[in-house]
């Protein structure tokens, strides 16, 4: 039996943290894991920045409330969901993507957690489980299941090459070079095709 | 990180054999894991019942096609889902599942499937894995999540014995008898009471 396996900032969602600088004019918060592949380098870069400007949870959730998925996103989401079982893996936290979540019709969400003061302050993150993606696609094996994995970034390329089958979704120039044996799917017709050959 | 793994028929769903059994008049049908706790002797039953009696993948799937989820159930999963992860472990198949699944706004369901030849006849069925349900639970306690646990049946109860915290949910008197150990769920407050506590 197949499951899919799917990141979610970049494949469903926007990137959040380049919508939390965008709307927060604080141009360091636009780095991601396309730019930085050590996360725990790239998080305490993040909480630090909050910190000096005074940004809680809340400020955050009122800028991720007003994001939407990406174009074509939900559709897409639920064509996949009407043909086979997906679990999205995400090293995002569930504070995050909640609201985003909601808007995606509650896809089931592996990822990580946040440590949050009385004032919402964002005091600390909670990474589940080092390679966390890549432990998921093997804990799926270890349940016979066939995985399939696809995302667009560094953090991803552990599951693609963990899964039976993996592919890049839209990624940038420097993750598709890095990873050349790794196909690619420029779109979400693209990745209907890959899926329906898949099923 | 607590994570939620639920039964399906009897929790979310009526029984799709019993249903099957009303439908057709093959009151033998009636049996289910409440009855007979190996499930690969039940099966073997169903399916040579299905044969006997020339009925195929699509008489039974117009059958659960007028199925509805349980009253409350929507409403009680999508409170779940709100608040936290679940994902369903069942031991049904994908493809009596599907229909029931689409009711339920497509929660993650890790089950089994069928093997069906060109005139729709079920000519077998796929077990994934034995002790799948157990085996999911200890394979999300693997990536370090805290698993709570709940369903009704005596195929259910590895699961719950295996879960960090494990409870029944509006079982069968016998069911309850033999594992006066779990606690008990009796309806959906109940259950939404039994979840709060563990958030």
Redesign the interface.
Known sequence: ?K?FCADLEGVFIPEIWIAVARKTGIDELKLTTRDISDYDELMTKRLSLMAEHGLTIHDIQSVIAEMDPLEGALDTL?WI??RA???ILSDTF?EFA?PMM?KL??????C??LTIDGKGRITGY?I??QE?KK??VR??Q????EVVAFGDSYNDTGMLLQADKGFLFSPPDNVAADFPRLPVAKDYNDLKHMIDSCL
Chains 1, 2 share one sequence.
Do not use: D, S, V
């Open positions: 039996m499951i639920q969901r009407e079982q997906i679990i569930e909640r909601k019709e509650f896809p089931t969400l592996l990580h957690n909670n589940r489980q966390q432990q998921a804990a799926l270890g349940l016979n299941y």
